[in-house]
């Protein structure tokens, strides 16, 4: 065990050098490595200790990166063990790949040979090495395409049947495998192919696509077994994206249809028909597309036996070539014959082949999986008969009757949910999750197809609604259920006819089933009607309680919660009146506690709409109810003591508050105070208990605080008289611990009241005490050090003076500045960048600023710069860019000594810019002063010098 561990790759065992023939070397000429090699392979394979693998692979990792390795491979090769062989493939691949120029150019020719015969040798398997040496072959051809191997695709086909000339099946392998690979390869290596050589490389491996193709061709129109077709087929697919020439491969086109009858070859033929006509070139034929779908459709029993079968996976291929098939000939399926005044016959016929694998039978994903492949068609088909001339569009209409028909009948049938039994025991999460998407894939369907049939789609509906319903047999509720659904799709796009019907379906609503999954589905639909409840209020008020009742249901508060959010939203003055009715439900509802924040936030949001919408006299009364049991709440949590099992009690609460304070904006008249001043006198004893009680916690300052944010926003200057007691909270709690969302709330108050003169000794103790807090313990906190800086940016902004006067506290906010650029997160780096940018534009003005900027500017324009040059992702750049601009706008006979004597440096930024290039640089810079897209993209430009890709497709692509 470990017998390799102490080997030293450079020692004697490892003696062979670059230039050693590419022969495969005996054995015996170094059995000790050998042997090694042998013991190394076996533990990383078999071996059950974990360590021992992970000691093998090290070793092997070693032995591989090695310049010896060019030689061992081949060795390696010539062993009897599958695992040795296939290691010396994998590290000669691994060779050519990584460390190509390890290799004389001398030696090129000798290497091709010797690839071209390990594949020829290793034609008949093991498959594991043929892929490696094929891997390692295109590697090969893709360092020296095509000045030193010209038409190495052609080559390749005819050295490897010289190869194998005695096993025609072995050729048929070996080729198959490679021209397999050298697509994928292609692809997959785009990052690791120099970008200037990735398009010639695409031109040469096209020169060889004729050549692939009549192999292809040979190779399914001889007798060789089936899997030799089969990866014919796969070769096919991989080539499809160099762009076959569709009118020219009738012949291969042909053999792969042929390989749908048959059921070993039907998977891989469906895959390369479906990547054929699914790839972009394939536009460029229409004529071929459509002797495509001529032979699609001659398979139309072929399929529909397919579908008897109900065969999951060969259906789902099935499906996505006929969709891709009849997709490419859309422009036909909508044009109108000037002769007919109608598509073609197969047009029709086509569509109604896609019909059939949407009327497969059973629940999508469990029992069928076909159906939802053609739903992007049908709402694309639709799409385009709805945009077409009024005309045409009832031609189409008329045309293709037969199948809109039936895509209507089938809709609420495709999406009932299964029996219960079944949904709840048999069915796995990510089929639930699979079938609700597919549902609302199946209702974005349903308003495609009222905005093409208007109103026939809905009476439609309604009808199934109503034959369900009134029925002597009781209906599923799966059944309902599904209709209702549907009926949210059409719901938002209704007109003055669907007025009768939609009042046809309301009236249902006592005759449906009580089942919880109904009643929500009901209750969403009543949400998706609120712009057409505001044109019929008696109906609103009719179905009013339905929602006010749901509210206290545990299962059902979430939906009716978010229905009378949207109802009241768009109905809050026709609502107004009934708005002390309406007041016991949202109490009722926010004294669920199983309602969860967000439900609570809905509510509220949908109670503030109607409040706000009336007179304010007239809101009071209403609102003092509703926050009367809030604020009483809110009393009793903030006088028990803080435990986590409370949190979410207290998070509820405060949720309900700020919803609050947000939600309220009623209209109001000179003088008049807003309510929402009103409930904040009622809260002030409750948030200063509560916030001494939890200052510890997070995640309750922060939603303190986010209720103090929107209660300013809201009611702006009336806020002045509770000024006070928030710079009291914000300092105590502050001074406790440094949480950053008190000083978003600081910043808040400082750009509110900063310029107000009667506010000015409060604002001054603010930023005072905070300052003092903050400074010792700044850098330990990122998103405190941003919050902070975001504050000091606001007090520059609005009050320089009351900041400024703080004696030193300049040069220290420079500091501070400072530090927090050199952090790794970018909010913090943009929030120092903002900080700079106004405490520079006011270097004119104030003393300290302009002696904090002459002692300290020249460090920081040398971060700037280094930030700029690499220092930091490009992402950042804008900041920098940013303080660039303003120390030029208002700094600049400070500027452009610094940058001569910085930029003058030998090797600064980087090496990568000469002398000159950053002369041009400095004087773009002091040039731009005003426009700041174009310094911007100077620097940009002088940042990709610095990092090394000027010149290159990827700074091409980056200007």
Known sequence: TGIWQGDDMSTSHMAYTVGTSMEGLPSTSQP???????????????????????????????????????????????????????????????????????????????????????????????????????RALVAFAFNTMPELWPNAVVSIIHSLRGATESVPENFSNAVLQLLTILPEEFESTSATVVASKRGVLRREIQNGLQSVLSLLEEVLSSSQPKTTKIAAMRC??????????????????????????????????????????????????????????????????????????????????????????????????????????????????????????????????????????????????????????????????????????????????????????????????????????????????????????????????????????????????????????????????????????????????????????????ALSLLGYLSSWFKH??????????????????????????????????????????????????????????????????????????????????????????????????????ATQEAQEARKPLVERELAVLSALCHHIYPTLQSGEQHPVVLLLVQLWPSLQTLISNWCTDQDIVESICICWNRAMRTVREQYAPLLEGTVDLIIKCYAAVQHSKLLDSAAQLVSMFGKESSCSTLISTLLQQLLSISLPALSEYPDTTQAFLDLMSAALKTCPVLLLGIEGVASNLFDIGLAALELPEQPTVNAAAAFFVNFISLVDSVEPIREAIALKGPPLLQYSLQAIAGATPRSYLGAFSDILGALNTHCISLLSPWLEELLALDGFPTHHVTPVEKQKFKSTILREQSNKRILKEKVKEFALMCRGFHGTLYAAQSL
Not at 57 to 80: F, G, I, K, T, Y
Not at 367 to 386: K, P
Not at 624 to 630: F, K, P, Q, T, V
């Open 236 to 521: 096919c697919c991989s080539w499809v994206q160099f762009g076959l020439p569709l009118p020219e491969v009738s012949s291969l086109v042909e053999q792969l249809f042929q390989g749908l009858l048959d059921q070993e070859m039907l998977p891989q033929a469906c895959e390369t028909l479906t990547e054929m006509v699914s790839h972009d070139d394939a536009l460029k034929y229409p004529n071929t597309l459509r002797k495509f779908l001529q032979r699609v459709l001659q398979l139309r029993d072929f399929i529909s036996t397919k579908l008897e079968e109900n065969d999951t996976d060969e259906c789902l291929l099935l499906a996505q070539l006929v969709q891709e098939v009849v997709d490419a000939n859309m422009d036909s399926l909508v044009q109108v014959s000037p002769d007919s005044s109608s598509p073609s016959p197969e047009a029709l016929e086509a569509t109604q082949l896609l019909l059939e694998f949407v009327c497969v039978p059973g629940t999508y994903p469990v029992d069928e999986q076909c159906s939802e492949v053609t739903l992007t068609f049908w709402e694309n088909f639709l799409d385009r008969i709805a945009s077409a001339e009024p005309e045409q569009c009832k031609l189409l209409l008329h045309f293709y009757s037969s199948v809109i028909t039936s895509l209507i009948e089938v809709f609420p049938e495709k999406a009932q949910y299964p029996p219960e039994n079944e949904w709840e025991e048999s069915w796995a999460e990510d089929d639930k999750d699979n079938f609700t998407k597919y549902r609302e894939d199946l209702c974005d369907l349903a308003e495609s197809l009222q905005r093409t049939m208007h109103f026939e789609y809905l009476q439609h509906l309604t009808t199934v609604l109503s034959n369900l319903l009134t029925s002597s047999s009781q209906p599923t509720w799966q059944s309902v259920e599904a209709a209702l659904f549907l009926l949210q799709g059409v719901a938002s796009n209704t007109t003055q006819q669907s007025t009768p019907l939609l009042q046809g379906v309301i009236a249902l609503f006592p005759r449906m089933p009580p089942h919880p999954t109904l009643v929500k589905t």
């Open 536 to 637: 019929h209020v008696n109906l609103l008020q009719a179905v009013l309680p339905m929602i006010l009742r749901a509210l206290v249901e545990p299962d059902l508060a979430p939906s009716a919660a978010l229905a009378f959010r949207d109802v009241c939203g768009e109905c809050a003055e026709q609502l107004a009146p009934l708005a002390v009715q309406l007041i016991p439900a949202c109490q009722a509802g926010l004294a669920n506690l199983s309602l969860q924040s967000r439900d609570c936030v809905r509510l509220v949001a949908a109670i503030g709409s109607v409040l706000s919408a009336m007179p304010l006299k007239e809101l009071l009364g209403p609102l003092e109810s509703l926050i009367g049991s809030r604020v009483q709440s809110l009393q009793e949590l």
């Open 32 to 134: 000790d490595l050998l042997s090694q090699v042998e013991r190394a392979i076996f533990q990383l394979y078999q071996d059950p200790n974990p360590d021992n693998k992970i000691t093998a692979d090290r070793w092997l990792q070693a032995l591989q990166n090695s310049p010896q390795a060019w030689s061992m491979a081949w060795v390696l090769l010539n062993h009897q063990s599958v695992e040795v062989q296939n290691f010396g493939a994998l590290m000669l691949q691994s060779k050519i790949t990584k460390a190509w120029t390890e290799l004389p150019q001398e030696q090129y020719s000798t290497l091709r040979l010797e690839l071209l015969k390990a594949v020829g040798r290793f034609s008949g398997g093991p498959r594991l090495v043929l892929i490696q040496l094929c």
